[in-house]
């Protein structure tokens, strides 16, 4: 008996505990961790979420670039801090899906180790060629990389980056190889596309864009489920002939385990409304980003589809 009162105690202290850190909360700066150096989108993003809820909340919210091995570095950061919501993390595909697929040593685990807050933003890619192309449709490259394995070249920022990834997915849902070529960053990859030294690529929307509008690279799908507003005719790859396949780059902001559903939803409120404001709605359109805007449990239904899927080409692919 007095083993189960001390249990019932302690269960009773925590609950307390817990229940009161939510009604207290936030009652100092909350820090946004981007596991990335300064200047980037996702920096950007965090800061611009970070300056309208901290009027909601009541308190300061502060950005800490914590960058390094592809963002892995800074998410495990978040994911060793305290579970009290002050400090969060502005997670991407990569740090929050793919590394989890690629890295057997990976000190932390997307699924287990993060409360996600909310999946913000998300963008498809363009799987583009140059205009003068033979290539002018999916079913053309399909055809082609059937017929040539690895015959189709096409450039990345890395592997493991989301170009990279798509890429894969492409060639395990279509049944072909395409020939994968890693370049330091997308525009070294863009200006060897340009200069008729690959195929094509799985580019940024926004940087695509710009090239297509000008005539120098011809658009054969978006990734995405559905046609993007800076794209506009362009098919969906599902539409143009690869059923079911999509594909997304994606930020979100995620809190360690253990945070108390109470903060996450107030955090989760906060964030709502500010995706709503017109300083964020600009920032959106002007990149090409998407809305989601997703509750806590539909973000964290969306990470564990993620990675199994990203799982799943990777150990297709033999990555």
């Known amino acids: 008996m007095k083993v189960l009162l001390t249990a019932l105690l302690g269960v009773t202290v925590a609950f307390t505990g817990t229940s009161a850190l ?26 611009q979420i970070g300056e309208a809820i901290s009027g909601p909340l009541g308190q300061p919210v502060v950005v800490d670039n914590r960058g390094g091995a592809g963002g892995t570095v800074g998410a495990n950061y978040v994911a060793q801090s305290d579970p009290d919501g002050y400090t969060l993390l502005m997670g991407v595909t990569g740090s929050n899906a793919i590394s989890a697929a690629l890295r057997d040593d990976l000190p932390y685990s997307p699924v287990d180790d993060f409360a996600p807050v909310s999946i913000v933003i998300s963008s498809p890619l363009a799987l583009v060629v140059r205009s003068d192309s033979d290539f002018t449709s999916v079913s053309d490259v399909i055809d082609f990389a059937a017929e040539n394995p690895e015959g189709f070249a096409h450039g990345t920022p890395g592997v493991g980056t ?5 890429a894969e997915l492409f060639g395990l849902e279509s049944g072909t190889q395409l020939l994968h070529v890693p370049y330091g960053g997308s525009a070294a990859a863009l200006q060897d596309l340009l200069g008729g030294n690959i195929d094509g690529m799985f580019g940024d929307i926004l940087v695509t864009s710009e090239f297509i509008a000008s005539g120098d690279l011809r658009p054969l799908a978006v990734t995405g489920t559905q046609e993007h507003y800076l794209l506009e005719g362009v098919p969906t790859m599902s539409d143009a002939g690869l ?3 999509s594909a997304f780059s994606w930020q979100g902001v995620f809190a360690p385990a253990g945070t108390p559903p109470e903060v996450l939803e107030m955090l989760y409120d906060a964030i709502s409304d500010a995706l709503q404001t017109e300083a964020l709605q600009t920032t959106f359109s002007e990149r090409g980003f998407l809305v989601e805007g997703m509750t806590p449990l539909d973000s ?15 150990d297709a692919a033999g990555l």
């Not at 939510?22 to 200047?39: K, N």
């Not at 989301?162 to 798509?166: A, F, I, L, V, Y």
């Open 22 to 47: 939510a009604q207290s909360y936030p009652e100092r700066p909350i820090t946004i961790v981007v596991p990335f150096p300064p200047g980037g989108s996702t920096d950007l993003l965090a800061r």
């Open 162 to 166: 989301s170009m990279h990834m798509s």
């Open 243 to 245: 059923e079911g396949y």
């Open 300 to 314: 964290a239904d969306f990470i564990v589809s993620e990675v199994e899927k990203w799982t799943r080409v990777v």
